[in-house]
């Protein structure tokens, strides 16, 4: 098959695979994240003083940006499970969060077929904190974990401990324990996450 977009995929069991988005589209994403009001957190598992929504007309915009990586995606998805999903995918809920020192989020999964987080700003403060960590956990302060069985030896790969970058884009199925870990730093750590529902065409 034919993609538009470099990926890399995480060989273990879900279909988790990341993508870089083009620089511009994640500064439109941070400029119109700057403007938005509407609160988010009565429907999201985070301890985060600010998530809010994007509006329809954001949305809008988002998904002609994003479509190709998403096409991408379903494109290796049926490779990967050798079926075919004839569905379509429709965005359901697109938000973006602004986290502090001492926020995480705890375990926990989405809703709808599909999730994706993008990492718009992970400052200095940070990425040095993490370069200092002493402790086991590769994700460390401010990384990600996605876990798809608490049994994690050397012949089961049961999780995937990801410190982002900007600009990176993580997609994978909404069942997906995940979870983010607090940091120290004095400084403001920016994603969006999102939902994708999958309609039987």
């Known amino acids: 098959m034919e993609y538009?977009?470099?990926?890399?995929?995480?060989?273990?069991?879900?279909?988790l695979a990341k993508?870089?988005?083009?620089?511009?589209f994640c500064k439109g994403l941070i400029k119109k994240g700057r403007l938005l009001k509407q609160d988010a957190r009565q429907d999201l598992a985070g301890h985060l003083d600010?998530?809010?929504k994007f509006t329809l007309e954001d949305r809008d915009w988002f998904l002609k940006k994003f479509s190709t990586y998403l096409n991408d995606y379903m494109i290796f998805l049926n490779e990967y499970h050798n079926k075919k999903f004839n569905v379509n995918c429709k965005l359901t809920d697109l938000w973006?969060?602004?986290?502090?020192s001492g926020e995480?989020?705890?375990?926990?999964?989405?809703?709808?077929?599909?999730?994706?987080?993008?990492?718009?700003?992970?400052p200095e403060e940070l990425k040095q904190?993490?370069?200092?960590?002493k402790g086991t956990d590769s994700a460390g302060p401010g990384g990600i974990k996605f876990i798809n069985d608490f049994?994690?030896?050397?012949?089961?790969?049961a999780e995937v401990p990801?410190?982002?970058?900007?600009?990176?884009?993580?997609?994978?199925?909404?069942?997906?324990?995940?979870?983010?870990?607090?940091?120290?730093?004095?400084?403001?750590?920016?994603s969006v996450s999102g939902n994708i529902e999958f309609i039987p065409k």
Do not use: T
């Not at 989020?105 to 992970?122: A, E, K, T």
């Not at 410190?163 to 120290?184: G, Q, R, T």
């Open 4 to 15: 538009k977009n470099e990926f890399k995929y995480f060989y273990w069991g879900p279909c």
């Open 162 to 190: 990801i410190f982002p970058k900007e600009n990176e884009c993580y997609i994978f199925p909404a069942s997906l324990n995940h979870m983010v870990f607090p940091y120290k730093s004095n400084c403001e750590r920016v």
């Open 50 to 52: 600010k998530e809010l």
């Open 151 to 157: 049994n994690n030896d050397i012949l089961n790969i």
């Open 104 to 122: 995480f989020n705890p375990p926990h999964i989405h809703s709808q077929q599909l999730s994706f987080v993008i990492y718009l700003q992970v």
């Open 129 to 133: 904190e993490h370069k200092n960590y």
């Open 96 to 100: 973006i969060n602004y986290m502090k």
């Open 19 to 24: 993508f870089i988005l083009d620089d511009e």
